[in-house]
Nanobody, 126 residues
Framework: QWQFVESGGGLVQSGQSLLLSCTAS????????IAWFRQAPGKEREGVSW????????DYEDSVKGRFTISRDNVKNTVYLRMNEVKPYDTALYSC???????????????????WGQGTQVTVSS
């Protein structure tokens, strides 16, 4: 049975760092591009970052550019999101999702992502 498990969230102060992890079990992440999404209370889900199958291409939503870094370790079957200099507006439930489509084409269209985790909560206090 496949499973995506996100971890690493928590309550931090503005300006601090977090490392989110997304680990797959029951299937290999090798053929999938992975994206991180987030949803704040009362707001629509938005894409944060994606990484291609080989890890050679990445993308970031404008508000996180220069602060967040996505990476993957296919041996550990895990994708990471390093969050530096977090802000209160980064507060959200962060989820990872997998797609076999080219993320350069589908970007953050959630309908193109077939596998989703339950999410990990990030709360940033000012």
């Amino acid at each position: 049975q496949w499973q995506f498990v996100e971890s690493g969230g928590g309550l931090v102060q503005s300006g601090q760092s977090l490392l989110l992890s997304c680990t797959a079990s029951g299937f290999s992440l090798d053929p999938y591009s992975i994206a991180w999404f987030r949803q704040a209370p009362g707001k629509e889900r938005e894409g944060v970052s994606w990484i291609s199958v080989g890890g050679d291409a990445t993308d970031y939503e404008d508000s996180v550019k220069g602060r967040f870094t996505i990476s993957r370790d296919n041996v550990k079957n895990t994708v990471y999101l390093r969050m530096n200099e977090v802000k209160p507006y980064d507060t959200a439930l962060y989820s990872c999702a997998a797609t076999t489509a080219d993320p350069r084409r589908v970007k953050y269209d959630s309908y193109e992502y077939a596998y989703w985790g339950q999410g990990t909560q990030v709360t940033v206090s000012s």
